[in-house]
């Protein structure tokens, strides 16, 4: 899902039966919220904050800037991409068959 979405309570419940069908969601916070906790696995921060490199897995960081939404992971979510500093960048939660990736750089940005 990309763009400036405004999920619907209809979208959301086809979105989360394609999931637990066996389907990927990857979606970015703005249209991810944080009232979609059990689909993200995340509890977001009110606030934007900029880091100065970032990382995929255990691989070096790389320099380069970027804005993300600070937010702790719930039980069952897997980390993916940190900033520099270690803070979760994209996340994975399995849900039923399927899994929600969430990536915490507003809109993609």
Do not use: D, K, M, N
């Amino acid at each position: 899902v990309a763009g400036a979405v405004a999920p619907t309570p209809e979208l959301l419940a086809r979105l989360e039966r394609y999931v637990r069908g066996g389907g990927t969601l990857v979606w970015p916070v703005g249209v991810a919220r944080p009232e979609h906790t059990p689909l993200t696995g995340l509890t977001l921060a009110p606030e934007v904050r900029v880091a100065r490199a970032w990382r995929w897995g255990r691989g070096s960081a790389r320099p380069e800037a970027s804005s993300h939404i600070p937010a702790r992971t719930e039980v069952g979510t897997t980390v993916l991409s940190t900033t520099g500093g270690g803070e979760p960048l994209i996340v994975e939660r399995r849900v039923g068959r399927g899994s929600v990736v969430t990536c915490l750089q507003p809109w993609f940005g």
